[in-house]
């Protein structure tokens, strides 16, 4: 029996920053963004938009109501949180109507968190193979204003649905991973904004890769020539192609333009969104398929996830025979296209913008008329959640 990504949708905020304004409008080479770490633009969540409602509005658009009765596993990869008890996942199953019947929980690991949620629900469907389970990534990447870290924010949110006889990426069951207490990364319980040691992150994550692919080699014998294609969480889109290059040599000159040329193809999305933490990796394969006419069933997939702290793991699977009819690029393409570009003051007053902690009834209302839902304020000292104009 084969196990994998049955489905796959994502959902970003409709407003967005252009970089290369930002870049001008701090003095800075725009150069740097877009060629130097590989971002064009950054969306931008309002306040109507969190990990939840996003979580929601990914997930919306590819379950069917066979699919809601189906899953028993609900999990939410993020490190955006809203509770500090609560999981966040359990408002995302009720918003979509799936069965109470279910386990539900929330996973934080940094970006690694949805990762973690995929393998639970691997071993989830090997145990009960009618069921099925939903994985979700949902993340606001934020540093602060006129940080270092200010050029890799984003936000969104990718769903995936786990099954077994997938009908887009069958997984392998082995991978290799490797944890190590570390501070590249980290987010203080006072604090909004990430804490981030940058050089040392890139380094950690290159290094964590470089392990995981080379234990994946031995555990399975499989040498990097039996990869079509390497996909890889994309804090920025040129973080990626560092790590790839430390693995090049080990195939001809062929493949390794091939496999940067897939690159290329899996960091559209990510130029256009920025970083999405728990999604990243998922947002990278979403877009490698989406865009990327190459490829063929059959094809090895690599995967690789890190989440800073840290946890790597490195993973593979194969595109099924009719993956491409569970694909939609021109939806993707229309969301990119209808997004509302912030001015650089706009963007500014809508970053320092929170709800004031002790007061109540704040009431919000949606700004986003593709979003199925959204967050609608606080009551009682409880979130509330709404469907939006495009209530499904």
Partial sequence: MEIGIDKIGMYTPNQYVDLVELAIHRKIDPDKFTIGIGQDKMAVAPLSQDTISMAANAAAQ?????????????????????????????????LLGISNKARVLEIKEACYGATAG???????????????????????????????????????????????????????????????????????????????????????????????????????????????????????????LKALRKVLDQTDAAHQDSLQQHYQ?????????????????????????????????????????????AVGEFFSGTLQGNYLDMLDPMHYLEMFENRTKLSI????????????????????????LNAPYYFAGIQAKQRQYKAGAKSV
């Fill in 62 to 94: 590819i379950l069917s109501d066979a699919d809601k009765a189906a899953i028993d596993l609900v999990i939410l990869g993020t490190e955006s949180g809203v509770d500090n008890s609560k999981a966040g996942a359990l408002y995302v199953q009720r």
């Fill in 265 to 309: 193809q899996s960091t559209l999305y990510s130029r256009r969104i920025g970083n999405i933490y728990t999604g990243s990796l998922y947002l990278a394969f979403l877009s490698l398929i989406n865009n990327d006419m190459t490829l063929q069933p059959g094809m090895r997939i690599g995967l690789y996830s890190y989440g800073s702290g």
């Fill in 118 to 240: 995929l393998q639970f629900a691997k071993l989830h469907i090997a145990q009960n193979p009618k069921a099925k389970a939903l994985v979700i990534g949902s993340d606001i990447a934020r540093y602060g204003l006129d940080t270092s870290g200010e050029v890799t924010q984003g936000a969104g949110a990718v769903a995936l649905l786990v099954a077994a006889n997938p009908r887009i990426l069958a997984l392998d069951m082995r991978s290799a991973y490797y944890s190590s207490e570390i501070n590249d990364f980290w987010r203080p319980l006072d604090q909004l904004i990430a804490e981030v040691d940058g050089k040392y992150s890139n380094e950690a994550y290159i290094k964590f890769f470089q392990m995981v692919f080379e234990d994946y080699q031995q555990q399975t014998g499989y040498q990097l020539s039996d990869f079509a294609a390497m996909v890889f969480h994309l804090p920025y889109t040129k973080m990626g």
């Fill in 345 to 368: 003051a706009e963007y500014e007053a809508q970053f320092k913008k929170q709800l004031t902690p002790g007061i109540e009834a704040q009431k919000l209302i949606t700004t986003d």
